[in-house]
T-cell receptor, first 109, second 114 residues
Framework: KNEVEQSPQNLTAQEGEFITINCSYSVGISALHWLQQHPGGGIVSLFM???GKKKHGRLIATINIQEKHSSLHITASHPRDSAVYICAVRFLSQGNLIFGKGTKLSVKP | KAGVTQTPRYLIKTRGQQVTLSCSPISGHRSVSWYQQTPGQGLQFLFEYFSETQRNKGNFPGRFSGRQFSNSRSEMNVSTLELGDSALYLC?????????????FGPGTRLTVL
C-alpha cells in the first residue's frame, strides 16, 4: 500500500533552534515534495527531490532512497517559519501525489 | 508573472446543490491539478489535466468532475453536494505536468456546505 508518514505531528521550538521534520514512505518513488502551508491555506512548494540534498536559504531537504526517508531541516528558526509542513510523494506505481498529514510547526520568539 | 488564481475564494452552498470552481494557471503552464483538503483526511488528489485531457484521477465519486479549456484554465464541478464536501479546494499548475515539475498552488476556494 502506498503510504506517507510524517513525524512529528506537532513541533514547538524556540527562535534560533535547529528543526528537523521527517517523512517516510512505503515503496519506491519517482519524486518527493516538501510543501509549506501558512494559516489561511496558501501552499508554497519548497523542494522537489528525487535523490541527494537540496538547500535554499535556511532550509535543507535530504532524501535517502534506500531507507525510503526524507528530512526537512530548518536552521536558525524564526517565528515566520511557523506553518504546516507537508511531505508529498509520487510513487512509481501512481501518477498523482500522495500527501502526509503534515507537521504543524510553531516557533516562539 | 501572475500566480495561480482561483475563483471564488469563498462559497456557501446547501446540500443537493451543485458548484463550479475555476482555476487560472500561470501563463505558459499546461498542467492543472486539483486537490481537496479537509481536517480529517488532509490533502487528497482529485484530478490532473494536461492540454485539455484528463491525465489522472483520484479516488473520488463521479459527482466530482472537471475540465480544461484551450487556454489551460480549468474548472471543477461538484454535483449533488453533501455535507462532507465542505473543504478547501486547491488547484496547482505546472509547466509540463505534476509528475515532472514543481507545482505552483493557488490560494484555494473554501467551500462550506450547509
Amino acid at each position: 500500500k502506498n503510504e506517507v508518514e510524517q513525524s512529528p505531528q506537532n513541533l514547538t521550538a524556540q527562535e534560533g533552534e535547529f528543526i528537523t521534520i521527517n517523512c517516510s514512505y512505503s515503496v519506491g518513488i519517482s519524486a518527493l515534495h516538501w510543501l509549506q502551508q501558512h494559516p489561511g491555506g496558501g501552499i508554497v512548494s519548497l523542494f522537489m527531490l528525487s535523490s541527494g540534498k537540496k538547500k535554499h536559504g535556511r532550509l535543507i531537504a535530504t532524501i535517502n532512497i534506500q531507507e525510503k526517508h526524507s528530512s526537512l531541516h530548518i536552521t536558525a528558526s524564526h517565528p515566520r517559519d511557523s506553518a504546516v509542513y507537508i511531505c508529498a510523494v509520487r510513487f512509481l506505481s501512481q501518477g498523482n501525489l500522495i500527501f502526509g498529514k503534515g507537521t504543524k510547526l510553531s516557533v516562539k520568539p | 508573472k501572475a500566480g495561480v488564481t482561483q475563483t471564488p475564494r469563498y462559497l456557501i452552498k446547501t446540500r443537493g446543490q451543485q458548484v463550479t470552481l475555476s482555476c487560472s494557471p500561470i501563463s505558459g503552464h499546461r498542467s492543472v491539478s486539483w486537490y481537496q483538503q479537509t481536517p480529517g483526511q488532509g490533502l487528497q488528489f482529485l484530478f490532473e489535466y494536461f492540454s485539455e485531457t484528463q491525465r489522472n484521477k483520484g479516488n473520488f465519486p463521479g459527482r466530482f468532475s472537471g475540465r480544461q479549456f484551450s487556454n489551460s484554465r480549468s474548472e471543477m464541478n461538484v454535483s449533488t453536494l453533501e455535507l462532507g464536501d465542505s473543504a478547501l479546494y486547491l488547484c496547482a499548475s505546472s509547466r509540463r505536468g505534476a509528475s515532472y515539475n514543481e507545482q505552483f498552488f493557488g490560494p484555494g476556494t473554501r467551500l462550506t456546505v450547509l
